[in-house]
């Protein structure tokens, strides 16, 4: 059985009161079935039709139910497929579902065969402008300005919001910024100096990639000194409660040592005192510039090898 990624066909969903119509496609809808590797395990997924979608039992009263909540959604655009996934080492039955707008929201939905409920949900709102964002993370931007005098110079090429409710509990907002020199993407890829950022609702950094935009201001004469500095810049007092657990670098006899070296030659792990804290990983290439910052997870770093 071949591996294919999932999915999605372009379905027209629109509302009535209160029961949904579908607009049917004249043209019949080819489907493909496979096997993709994500997360926790293989996902078998096959792509459904819009008659398929509403004909599964308990999906028309989820989607009125979903739409109460979001009513605009009742006009957006639907995509759809069966998956079957491993999860916790068991298999799970659920129904994927897209929803997108013409405009700059759209939703993903995953759907619960077994309890037809929708389980879980991710709001996205694409082209926030700087003027939109919460005091809070407009005020850590302002940091990161601070960190070159280049990086204020760069233009916002691509931003979104996006939100995750999983089982009923809303978690916090996040916000996703792209910035280069021209403050446009050609062909989907950008050139020159740029960086990528995102926060929480309270302005915490989440991540920061900044290759080819050398963080001048940064104090120390090494990359962990400048490490230590950057995380005081990001998070302020909160750094104290960071130390370095391991610094790991490729060697040069690694077969990845050249494919690497010009954004990642290495890693510093910054662990937190405290356990209701996650660790922090900071990248540096081979000129030992530092060129990433993450707030990652135990788990992770376990996986990879660097605790």
């Not at 879980?120 to 300005?145: F, G, H, R």
């Not at 233009?155 to 021209?182: A, C, H, Q, V, W």
């Amino acid at each position: 059985m071949k591996k294919v990624a999932t999915a999605f066909l372009t379905i027209s969903l629109l509302a009535t009161t209160p029961v949904f119509a579908a607009e049917q496609e004249s043209n019949q809808i080819q489907q493909e079935e496979g096997m993709t590797e994500q997360g926790e395990g293989y996902y078998w997924s096959k792509d459904l039709t819009v008659d398929e979608i509403l004909a599964q039992e308990g999906m028309k009263s989820a989607l009125e139910s979903f739409c109460d909540k979001f009513p605009q959604a009742k006009a957006y655009k639907i995509m759809g497929s069966k998956v079957e996934k491993i999860e916790n080492d068991e298999k799970k039955n659920v129904i994927h579902l897209f929803l997108a707008s013409d405009e700059k929201e759209s939703f993903f939905l995953e759907f619960d065969i077994e309890t037809e409920k929708i389980t879980e949900y991710t709001q996205a709102v694409e082209n926030i402008s700087e003027s939109e964002l919460p005091d809070k993370v407009q005020a850590s931007l302002d940091k990161v300005y601070s960190l070159s005098p280049e990086v204020k110079n760069l233009k916002l090429y691509g931003s979104t919001m996006y939100s995750s409710t999983i089982k009923g509990e809303e978690g916090s907002k996040k916000y996703s910024l792209r910035f280069n020199e021209s403050g446009k993407i050609v062909e989907g890829k950008t050139t020159g100096k740029e960086f990528s950022i995102t926060f929480d609702e309270t302005g915490k950094v989440l991540y920061f990639y900044f290759d080819s935009l050398p963080l001048v201001n940064l104090e120390g004469n090494t990359k962990e000194e400048k490490a230590q500095d950057l995380l005081k810049r990001l998070y302020g007092e909160e750094a104290n409660e960071y130390k370095i657990k391991k610094v790991n670098e490729i060697s040069k006899d690694d077969p990845n040592y050249k494919e690497n070296k010009d954004f990642m030659r290495g890693s510093i792990v910054f662990m937190p005192t405290s356990s209701e804290k996650e660790p922090i990983l900071v990248q540096f290439n081979t000129k030992d510039e530092l060129t990433m910052s993450e707030v990652t997870t135990r788990d992770f770093l376990e996986d990879v090898g660097l605790l």
